[in-house]
């Protein structure tokens, strides 16, 4: 073991002596203060502090992540409706059915609908050559003779998928 480090056995983690240069002075005054306080010592409070700046770090690049993605999806939106593709939006529930894709002369998008449902009449080829994707819906119900894992590869953003029986 090298020197600055130090080590028990059991469950307790391995531990290595640190300084940091460049603290501010106040700065470290407070944390001092706030430890006593807690009933910690500073070591501890400074690694409670650094994982919970990791965390919210993690969280906050999740969350741009995720707007960015969102951002990506409205911009690919606004080109599918360039081209010609319709979208349904901003609905509770929609039961579309056989007859409802039969009858459009063009592809469809389903974006921020909260319950989709498919009827039990639309093939895989059907539904296939008329739906251009489902975005942001959070539940989407398929016939079982949809394949469900071709069907995924339409959607994003869904939260559940259900197959009827």
Do not use: H
Not at 124 to 134: D, G, H, M, P, T
């Amino acid at each position: 073991m090298s020197s600055g480090e130090t080590s028990s056995s059991g469950s307790e983690e391995e531990k290595k002596q640190v300084t940091i240069k460049g603290v501010d002075k106040e700065l470290y005054d407070r944390a001092l203060q706030l430890s006593r306080e807690m009933g910690i010592t500073v070591g501890e409070l400074v690694n409670k502090s650094l994982k919970a700046f990791i965390s919210l770090v993690d969280v906050t690049n999740k969350a741009v992540t995720s707007m960015a993605q969102a951002l990506s999806e409205s911009s690919k939106a606004f080109v599918e409706g360039a081209k010609g593709v319709r979208i349904i939006s901003n609905v509770d529930e929609l039961a579309v059915t056989k007859e409802d894709l039969e009858g459009l002369d063009s592809q469809v998008t389903f974006r921020g609908i909260k319950r989709l449902v498919f009827s039990n009449d639309i093939t895989w080829e059907l539904f296939n050559s008329k739906v251009s994707s489902i975005i942001m819906c959070d539940e989407v119900v398929l016939p079982k003779n949809i394949p469900k894992l071709k069907a995924v590869e339409k959607m994003r953003f869904v939260r559940k998928i259900t197959v009827t029986q």
